[in-house]
């Protein structure tokens, strides 16, 4: 399982999701508002951790996880890899279910399959999260859980922070026409409604889960987060970032390109293999999901990016449009055997 980052630009800004997603969310919470949750009332709360050939990662995780002051009733491990030294890793953990299948799933099967496993076990509750992720407190799980409760949401993120250097935020946020890189200049907005940097840290009601699905398998490695945050939002559920309550991940910024720092950027995989699954899986996205601002946005970025920054490189320009395509009609690549 490769690590399956967001790319911002595919997150739509404030001023467009303030349509019909919003208020479906609102017409639901308002209905929802005077009901007991008992997923709030009496968690029970399953994490459900991804893992691919990061035993040493893993071993800080699961130690950050039975420190949280509110007691996680299991942690799932679903194992991508099934090495010894994984396996070693989890044998420390009373409380982990280790889930070793035959077949690498990636980080989107991987997810779908650990969310069910947790909904199957009776949770109400499901805590997701990579191995090369990590909550930044021991009051983390607490934290998101008060938050569900003070703003009657169904699901909550933490503030995905650089591991390195938490003074800084894993990923760009966008905000109308700026990207914002700097961790307090978003946490003094206190939530983001309808927006979450899912798959890091995010805490889902169950009652969400039925209605949003899990995660689609075929977006192996990239797309998968900002596929089901759509689903998410068609399906009313409502959800948001609590940005006083944080998670700790490696910085994307190798990824990212700058063309006008701070207003417009691209994102480039360093890796073939996840710069392919990148772009076809965009492809499907904007299509899927009608993101034709976002499409108007990469037509104007990446030709720049291939012809002026990368100096005349038609052959990637090419590549990039052929791979959108291909995405667009639904031409997944398949999964490597494993």
């Known amino acids: 399982m490769q690590t399956a980052e967001v790319d911002r630009s595919l997150i739509p800004s404030s001023r467009e999701t303030r ?7 609102r017409c639901d919470s308002a209905d929802r508002a005077a009901e007991t949750n008992p997923a709030i ?19 800080t995780l699961l130690d950050a996880l039975e420190r949280q002051s509110v007691a996680l009733e299991r942690i799932v491990v679903v194992d991508n890899d099934g090495t010894r030294e994984t396996a070693n890793v989890i044998q420390q953990h009373p409380i982990v ?15 779908a399959y650990g969310m069910l496993h947790a909904l199957a076990e009776g949770a109400n509750l499901v805590w997701v999260m990579d191995d090369d992720g990590c909550p930044a407190g021991d009051d983390t799980l607490a934290g998101l859980i008060a938050g569900l409760r003070s703003r009657n949401w169904d699901a909550a993120s933490p503030l995905v922070v650089d591991a390195e250097d938490p003074a800084k935020l894993a990923f760009p946020l ?23 940097h899912l798959f890091n840290g995010l805490l889902i009601s169950s009652d969400a889960l039925m209605r949003a699905g899990v995660p689609d398998m075929r977006l ?13 939002r068609r399906a009313g559920v409502s959800f948001g970032t609590l ?37 076809v899986n965009r492809g499907y996205l904007i299509r899927t999901h009608r993101l034709w601002i976002v499409l108007l946005r990469d037509l104007v970025c990446y030709p720049w990016f291939f012809l002026v920054t990368r100096r005349g490189d038609a052959l990637g320009l090419a590549q990039w449009i052929a791979q959108l395509w291909r995405g667009s009609r639904l031409r997944f690549i398949s999964s490597r055997p494993g």
């Open 97 to 111: 279910e280790h889930i070793n299948g035959r077949k690498n799933l990636g980080g989107a099967g991987g997810f």
């Open 220 to 232: 192996a490695i990239r797309g998968d987060e900002v596929d089901f945050m759509h689903r998410m």
């Open 41 to 59: 009332d009496t968690p029970r709360v399953v994490a459900v951790v991804v893992s691919y050939r990061r035993h040493d990662q893993l071993a």
């Open 19 to 25: 349509n019909g997603a919003l208020a479906a969310v």
């Open 243 to 279: 940005a006083t309550v944080e998670f700790r991940h490696p910085s994307s910024n190798a990824e990212i390109v700058p063309l006008i720092p701070g207003v417009l950027h691209v994102v480039w995989p360093r890796d073939s293999v996840k710069r392919e699954r990148f772009f």
């Open 174 to 196: 966008r905000v109308g026409l700026k990207f914002l890189s700097r961790t307090a200049s978003v946490r003094s907005r206190g939530v983001i409604p309808l927006f979450a």
